[in-house]
Every structure is written in structure tokens, then in C-alpha cells.
């Protein structure tokens, strides 16, 4: 079992920025990718951005280039920077651990809402 803890969602504007992390804890010895995935109001849940444990990172088009995931192995954290935010970003973001098995576990999720 993983147990995943998001924090960092909150209120900003346009333009603005906001930094979310995950902190996971439990069988962490067999993650293989970290990652973040977003819900908006009335959409499906859709993937943002990984991080894998060979060191590769990968990105939506519609975030690359204004957000950044980073992963620290040895505190088990995985960040996502998000700059330059638009309204569009709007969503619960989630994350997400897959382990070396395939099993996946999710976090509770954090809101983040730019304001127009």
C-alpha cells in the first residue's frame, strides 16, 4: 500500500503561480512513476504530467512549457511548478504513483482555481 498527501492547491490569478507537492509514504521502495493528473468540473480526470524512476519526465502539450514536475527520491516527494496558470488549469489535481507491479494509488486531491 501507498498512502499519497497533496498539498499547495489554493486560489490565483492569471499569470500567477502556485507550487503543489506530494508526499507519499508506505511501500516506496516499488514506485516506478510518480505523477499528477487534473479533474475539471464536468470533465474526465486527465494526465498532466510523470515522472518516472528512470529519471525521464513527461508533459501534456497543454502544460508544457509552464509547469515543471520534480521528484525527490529520497524524501519520496513529487512537485509540480506551475507557472504562467490560465483559467483553463482549473481543476482538482491528483496524485499519482504507479508501482513497479502496475498497481496505481491516487491522492485525495487539492484544488487549484485561476481566477480570470
Known amino acids: 500500500q501507498v498512502q499519497l498527501v497533496e498539498s499547495g492547491g489554493g486560489l490565483v490569478q492569471a499569470g500567477g503561480s502556485l507550487r503543489l507537492s506530494c508526499a507519499a509514504s508506505?511501500?516506496?521502495?516499488?514506485?516506478?512513476?510518480m505523477g499528477w493528473y487534473r479533474q475539471a468540473p464536468g470533465n474526465q480526470r486527465e494526465w498532466v504530467a510523470r515522472f518516472t524512476s528512470g529519471g525521464t519526465t513527461d508533459y501534456a502539450d497543454s502544460v508544457k512549457g509552464r509547469f515543471t514536475i520534480s521528484r525527490d527520491n529520497a524524501k519520496n516527494t513529487v512537485d509540480l511548478q506551475m507557472n504562467s496558470l490560465k483559467p483553463e488549469d482549473t481543476a482538482v489535481y491528483y496524485c499519482?504513483?504507479?508501482?513497479?507491479?502496475?498497481?496505481?494509488?491516487w491522492g485525495k486531491g487539492t484544488l487549484v482555481t485561476v481566477s480570470s
Open positions: 508506505g511501500r516506496i521502495f516499488s514506485i516506478n512513476v
Open positions: 499519482n504513483v504507479r508501482l513497479l507491479n502496475g498497481a496505481n494509488y
